[in-house]
């Protein structure tokens, strides 16, 4: 969650699905070896725990956070809502589907099916370099303001609103900046007010 605040839901999904695309590709490349030894069987192993390390820290909080935000206000919870049955459908597809891909008599394709899972993650960080718009530091009469105008997804984090969006997101930044500096005024004057005794 602090990734995604720190560097934006776009980029870390971004990474992220390159990451977990590079090791499932290990995953796959390494399974293919006919004779593995030890290290090489360990390498997959740690090849996996890096691809879920990599899905739990970019798209696992990503995904939820950004369609909370993406909707507009008479749609947020559909969205919300769509998007989560999408999630479980899919998550039911991979689970149902990956033992008939990994064994015979099916498609036995054992850790080379880390290529196939590999190559979805590749896909998933081209769509999302050109169909997820960055929502960072956005409030969300910005967000409705930048599909109003039929921004492209690429554009949204340097695009400059205008409007009321723009000035209640001014607002907000700057009552931020306020209540920090009344808070340190009030420390000071407690100081002054109340000396600690010697």
Not at 101 to 115: D, E
Not at 156 to 179: C, I, P, R, V, Y
Request: aromatic share 12%; net charge negative.
């Amino acid at each position: 969650m602090l990734a995604l605040d720190a560097f934006g839901r776009r980029d870390v999904t971004f990474w992220g699905n390159w990451i977990q695309a590079l090791f499932l590709c290990l995953i796959g490349g390494i399974g293919s070896k006919a004779n593995r030894t030890q290290s090489e069987t360990d390498g997959m192993v740690a090849s996996f725990i890096l691809y879920a390390a990599a899905l739990h820290a970019t798209l696992g909080p990503a995904a939820y956070i950004t369609a909370a935000e993406i909707g507009t206000a008479s749609l947020r919870e559909k969205t919300m809502a769509f998007s989560t049955a999408i999630n479980v459908v899919v998550g039911f597809v991979v689970v149902f589907t990956t033992p008939y891909l990994l064994s015979a008599p099916y498609a036995n394709l054992g850790a080379k099916l880390g290529y196939v899972w590999g190559g979805f993650a590749a896909l998933g960080a081209v769509w999302v370099w050109f169909c997820m718009p960055e929502l960072k530091g956005r409030n969300l009469e910005e967000i409705d303001q930048l599909f109003d105008a039929k921004i492209p997804a690429w554009k949204f984090s340097s695009f400059e609103t205008q409007g009321m969006s723009h000035d209640m997101a001014l607002f907000e930044n700057q009552k931020e900046k306020l209540e920090e500096e009344d808070l340190e005024h009030a420390e000071d004057v407690d100081a002054v007010a109340n000396p600690k005794k010697v």
